[in-house]
């Protein structure tokens, strides 16, 4: 053993494994008379059985004066129908070890189901009356109203989606994919017949497919199909007519204010391709070397060598109308310019130059690696085959996955960067404090626009006021009330301050800090701190402002889940 125990050994990585077989059979397909088209893959691993009832109609199918009218339809129909009630069907499925959840996309609209093969005629049972026999009574009706609201408030709160609504105008404009969310007027004015009507004109079977996965015998599933959806009539589908989404023509920075922010929610976006592109193995491909996972550049570059942030990715979102491109990051809000900085970097640099074969490499034996094992479950199988069938993919395209990922090359990835990845052209979205943000950022675009977290234009006129003041005095020893569930937590802030630089302590109930890279801009003080935690780094965020002897502010940290206000006087 000895003789291998050698410096070239230790720093030779093993060998890769054989790659993983996938060899599977194509699944049986059928149409019955009223258009609904039955796929059925039988597969008798486990005696479990997964269905899908899948809708060519999604959120972009709402009414143009009802957003979120098919979300609140797919929501209630598991709520009550006509043989059952929601406690009724909720028991009956609990009894059966089965379940079955409906849920709709942009795109598509979903009834889905899982049980023991046993169960099959009792699970199908049960589908044909959800999808065909709702009732949407009041009583569910007016609790999802209440709840749907309550969330639409707490959405309001969270960076992530302030800023999927200003990506989804400036991407998709009038294009009804830009419609992330109802608003609470849409949900106020919900009413049943609403739903029943909707319902009607959207689940018909000649625009759907019934999707069957596992241990079933298929002339027994088209019989026991074809008896309890075979007399549903059919109707007419809806069209997909919609205004294209624009073409951008230069990069914009929007800002969504939220004063006191110790972090900038950064997404960088641009409009993509659909998921029936051509382009669609080289794009991802050229996606996991640029920003896909823990290895990729952006990764690498933003987290790694300058400690920006604990994650920066970068994701192709495949929709059947469009997509969009996104490079993504939670920045401290000091670094946001510098991240922004980084983040072109990288974009520019994968269009101009080849990735490596290494590079190439890795990305390939992860994507093919990792394909095979999302089907090793029934539930993947399954989603596998419902997106290969929903997205009218080719009949081979499980099979040839792998083959057509080997096939791309260093040429392909850097032909479709040229094309798709486009710095010039993209809407810079921000979610931070425009005060402390636009200085740093207003640079990297020809335009800038402010929104409060209500999604309403703010005058830009009124930010950055203090950007030009000289630091205000922040030296010395603070003592800080900090708001904790409800207690008041006492924080020492010793603060050493040169100019607009600050160092010094924070003393916390978790541990002592040490800050060494802290600023003053006007009279914002930004600074970080490093403690240690059971052996394990610990960064709190400060982010201040300083008025007299008073600060107010906010401290962060992972380990609670929202910034803590606080309150302190110079000692």
């Known amino acids: 053993l000895r003789e291998y125990m050698t410096n070239d050994f230790r720093n030779s990585p093993p060998a890769p494994l ?21 796929v059925i893959f039988e597969h008798e691993r486990l005696p479990l059985v997964s269905y899908r009832l899948a809708f060519h109609s999604g959120d972009v199918n709402d009414p143009e004066d009802s957003t979120g009218l098919t979300s609140a339809m797919t929501s209630l129909l598991t709520e009550g129908t006509a043989e059952y009630t929601s406690l009724q069907l909720a028991e009956k499925t609990e009894r059966l070890g089965a379940s079955i959840s409906a849920s709709s996309s942009d795109d598509f609209t979903v009834l889905a189901a899982s049980s023991l093969s046993l169960y099959s005629s009792d699970i199908l049972h049960l589908m044909a009356e959800v999808a065909l026999r709702p009732v949407f009574p009041e009583t569910e009706l007016d609790l999802y109203r209440r709840n749907t609201i309550e969330n639409l408030k707490f959405q309001r709160s969270q960076p992530g989606f302030l800023a999927g609504e200003q990506v989804g105008r400036l991407v998709y404009g009038e294009h009804p994919y830009s419609k992330i969310s109802p608003k609470a007027a849409d949900v106020e004015k919900l009413t049943r017949e609403m739903l029943t009507e909707f319902h009607a004109k959207q689940f018909i079977p000649n625009n759907a497919m019934f999707i069957v996965v596992g241990d079933v015998k298929r ?6 199909i074809t008896e309890l959806f075979g007399d549903w009539q059919p109707g007419t589908p809806c069209t997909n007519d919609f205004p294209a989404p624009p073409m951008r023509t230069d990069r914009t920075l929007t800002v969504v204010d939220r004063p006191g922010s110790a972090q900038s929610n950064i997404v960088i976006a641009n409009l993509g391709v659909s998921r029936d592109h051509p382009d669609y193995f080289p794009l ?20 790694e060598e300058k400690g920006y942030t604990y994650g920066a990715y970068t994701r192709m979102e495949y929709k059947k109308l469009a997509g969009e491109a996104e490079a993504t990051a939670e920045v401290r809000t000091a670094v946001t310019g510098e991240s922004l900085k980084e983040f ?4 520019d640099r994968i269009r101009v130059d080849k990735v490596s074969d290494d590079e190439l490499a890795d990305a390939k034996n992860f994507l093919t690696g990792v394909f095979p094992i999302r089907a090793e479950t029934q539930e993947g199988l399954t989603n596998l085959i419902v997106n290969q069938h929903l997205y009218n993919l080719p009949e081979d395209y499980l099979q040839t996955y792998r083959d057509h990922i080997d096939a791309v090359t260093v040429d392909d990835v850097l032909r479709v960067a040229k094309e798709h990845i486009r710095p010039d052209e993209v809407a810079i979205v921000i979610v931070g404090d425009a005060e402390e943000v636009l200085p740093q950022a207003s640079g990297f675009a020809t335009s800038v626009e402010v ?25 010395g020893d603070w003592d800080l009330s900090i708001d904790f569930q409800g207690q008041k937590l006492p924080v020492s802030l010793t603060v050493e301050q040169s100019g607009d630089l600050l160092t010094g302590v924070l003393e916390t109930m978790f541990g002592d800090g040490t800050i060494s890279n802290g600023k003053m801009t006007g009279n914002k003080l930004w600074a970080t701190a490093i403690a240690e935690m059971q052996g394990q780094p610990l960064e709190f965020t400060i982010a201040g402002k300083v008025d007299g002897d008073s600060m107010t502010g906010t401290l962060s940290a992972p380990i609670v889940p929202e910034p803590l206000t606080f309150i302190g006087t110079r000692a």
């Open 284 to 303: 991802i491909v050229m996606n996991q070397v640029l920003g896909a996972g823990a290895s990729s550049r952006v990764f690498m570059n933003l987290r």
């Open 18 to 38: 054989e790659p993983i077989s996938f060899e599977i059979p194509r699944p049986f397909q059928t149409t019955l008379d009223n258009g609904l088209r039955l």
């Open 219 to 224: 002339d027994e599933l088209i019989a026991e």
């Open 451 to 475: 929104f409060d977290t209500d999604g309403n234009a703010q005058d830009i006129g009124k930010y950055n006021n203090d950007a030009l003041d000289e630091p205000a005095n922040a030296a």
């Open 344 to 347: 072109f970097y990288e974009l």
